[in-house]
């Protein structure tokens, strides 16, 4: 472990989560914040405070009242609101489905790669309109996360003795209806072991904000491939996301203290200077 920060100055962190997320959540010197980007309204106000005395910035990723669509989401405002309000990492949550036997409700999920099986989203901050950054970051996605943040997940949900995989891939559908089991099948050959309708194109983003960015999924149910498990229906999914909440707040909590506890001043320089040197423009 590096040099402790004593005062956890280095570091903010944003939190993305589903709707409902911050309720509960003990946040010190409480503020409520709204930000303007160039690239339009984040879903949400953004709540700012401490947790553990660490600074953290929380938004809902579907609004608190869960009435975005996940196309609809505002990915690139999010991450950019992030970026603007100073943070150095994002810990992002989602729900997800499991394609895997092996993978079941209730489960947590580190994952380490991703498949973007989406369409209709705007995909970079670099896309020549008025107002978005000069040129175009052609930005690789090995490793899809940050790696150190990624293992103080997978840490702080084996403190808690979770049942938790530090590894899976996700593949993100456009939604918002579910897949069919030819699709299911299909995703389960491709190596997909999970399916989220958010973490795409949000990890990319994040990634070409030069933000230290990792995702934990919580496994709300089995898809429909999985003959042995009545296929689940929205009411069923959102009780059993906020039957573990405690347990997913836990998670973050232990996370930021953790986060809280290195020194970052290194991985933060080079995910900056990743975005740096894979970025042109005509006057290079």
């Not at 293992?151 to 979770?162: C, D, K, P, S, T």
């Not at 909590?253 to 040197?277: D, F, H, P, R, Y």
Request: contains cysteine.
């Amino acid at each position: 472990m590096g040099e402790p920060l004593t005062d956890s100055k280095e570091v903010k962190i944003g939190i993305i989560g589903e709707s409902g997320l911050d309720t509960p959540l003990a946040l010190n010197d409480r503020k409520e914040c709204a930000v303007c980007t160039p690239f339009g309204k984040p879903s949400d106000i953004i709540i700012e405070g401490d947790i553990e005395n660490v600074k953290c910035a929380l938004l809902s990723r579907s609004g608190r009242l869960h009435d975005i669509m996940p196309s609809n989401v505002n990915y690139r405002a999010n991450i950019w609101a992030m970026r603007k309000l100073g943070c150095t990492h994002i810990l992002a949550t989602n729900t997800v489905s499991s394609l895997r036997d092996y993978i079941h409700q209730g489960d947590v999920v580190v994952p380490h790669d991703i498949i973007d099986n989406t369409t209709k989203r705007e995909q970079t901050f670099y896309d020549g309109a008025v107002g978005s950054p000069f040129g175009v970051c052609h930005l690789p996605m090995y490793p899809v996360f940050c790696e150190r943040t990624r293992n103080q997940l997978v840490r702080a949900a084996n403190l808690l003795e979770i049942a938790t995989h530090s590894k899976g891939t996700v593949i993100t559908l456009e939604g918002p209806r579910y897949s069919t089991i030819a699709e299911n099948n299909l995703f389960r050959s491709w190596g997909a072991d999970l399916l989220s309708m958010t973490l795409c194109p949000e990890a990319a983003l994040a990634k070409e904000a030069g933000i230290l960015y990792a995702s934990f999924c919580f496994v709300t149910n089995k898809e429909c491939w999985c003959v042995n498990q009545q296929v689940a229906n929205t009411h069923e999914i959102i009780y059993a996301f906020k039957k573990k909440l405690d347990k997913i707040q836990n998670i973050l909590i232990n996370t930021i203290k953790g986060i809280s506890q290195e020194n970052w001043s290194e991985e933060i320089l080079k995910a900056k200077m990743l975005v740096c040197s894979n970025f042109s423009n005509r006057n290079q």
